[in-house]
């Protein structure tokens, strides 16, 4: 561990005074590697840069959104001409409009679409919305996927929640997580059974078809197929969490890619450009459903925000004009080779999981980097070395690259990540690596 950046360390003293724990989500609370917090004052492309002067190569974008990089001159623009105009008005707007069609083109199983302000908000909106359009309670999510820290939802969830050991937080109630079945991820066979043991019960189906919230997990395409074909023969909703997927994995989503097409989609991160806000949709017989052509309540006061708005179709719109999936996904076998290559030649057990730019190296005392995909579910990803990946972030800290803060939270890059900048990652990981296992 790195010596406490002085200015960083003032910072989250401060912080801790004002707020539970110094930081505003527990993510960012480096509880999972030790340590104290870096502050950041700015971002430009694919760097941060910190209050005490320092400046990182960033593999979290945010954790996500900024697949443009920081500060991209489009989306800026875009937010600067928004602003000039009002920052909210309780009211209808054509960009709303507008940001709406963009994401319907984009998204094969979006008819109609409602903005909300977060993630977390859509994932809750689109449980209820399938809770009222089946008229069931039971929803089934799979352990190690986050959909936000809604109370139905916060059970058995990865992310910090996994990192910190808390599982099911204080506060649910256990009527709320009684509605929850929790399965393991890419269990086929458990899913089967408990579709033919309760399939008349289940609501929906809530998952994410690329898990990025317990490390990457890419599903098989038999799990794939299962929840889809099992949601359709027992009458239950396929919800698909593309928070973290949508217009990263492709610009139709993770969907798109493995040609699976859920009910309802609940989107973030890279739909805002940045900025807070979030969306679900999805076929337009269940959306008709919603306040106020419907009776299911769902509302929000800064809902469509016309700075996120703006930011978000500005980011869409570059993504369709300028694609950049090709070049994501040629940086990123180049980093996960990279990475698998590092491992081996420093003796470190581990596998590197990937889809397109989304990737999680895996610290798993019984793999080794050969290709073989060891880490399907909570389960096996939980077995993974922490301690190890806490020296493998404070190596990567000390070369300036800013990796997740966490085993089990994926990585992120962008557009303005180039090959000389993956290269420069893998030669620290090379290095760092094999400090680890000298002094293991």
Known sequence: MTAPRKLSHGAFERAQKLIPGGVNSPARAFGAVGGEPIFFKEGSGPY????????????????????????????????????????????????????????????????????????????MSAVRLARGATDREVIIKFAGNYHGHADSLLVAAGSAAATLGVPNSPGVTTGTAKDTLVLEYNDTESLIETFNTRGDTIAALLMEPVVGNMGLVEPSREFLQAARSLTEKHGSVLVFDEVMTGFRLAFGGAQELYGVTPDITTLGKIVGGGLPLGAYGGRADIMDQVLPTGKVFQAGTLSGNPLAVAAGSATLAELKEQPPYETLDRHGQLLEQGFLDAAREGGIPCEVARVGSMMTMFFQKDSFPNGTRHVTGWQTASKSNTEQYAQFFWGMIAKGIYLPCSQFEALFFSITHTEEHIQKTIAAAKVVLAEINSTS
């Open 48 to 123: 941060l840069t910190d209050i005490d002067g320092e400046t990182y190569l960033d593999y979290i974008g945010s954790w996500g959104p900024m697949i443009l990089g920081h500060r991209h001159p489009r989306v800026v623009k875009a937010i600067e001409e928004a602003l000039s105009r009002g920052t909210s008005y309780g009211a209808p707007t054509e960009a709303e409009s507008g940001l709406a069609e963009q994401i319907i083109a984009a998204v094969p199983s979006i008819e109609k679409v409602r903005m909300v302000s977060s993630g977390t908000e859509a994932a």
